[in-house]
């Protein structure tokens, strides 16, 4: 897992994920990659023990900048592996 500071969220960009397929082999037509992005049941807690805009997966990372945001995929990144056919959804 990726660690970014509080109050950011890692970015997976063409350049990160070139690196990577050269680690691990290119992503190929009809693949659908997953991000790991290490949120699990410790962190998030399901109503009414954990509220939908104050739990750490939507409020804590980016407003009160207390801990690293989550995972998502850079636009150019998802384009990108559009156009090899390899599913991002």
Known sequence: MAHTEPGTSLRIT??????WERRNGRLREGEVPMWFSGY???Y????PEGSRFND???WK???EKSEPG???AHPDTVELLHERGVRTW
């Open 14 to 19: 063409p350049d990160w994920l070139r690196a």
């Open 40 to 42: 699990t049941d410790r």
């Open 44 to 47: 998030y807690k399901p109503f």
């Open 56 to 58: 750490r997966m939507l």
């Open 61 to 63: 990372p980016i407003v």
């Open 70 to 72: 989550w995972v998502a």
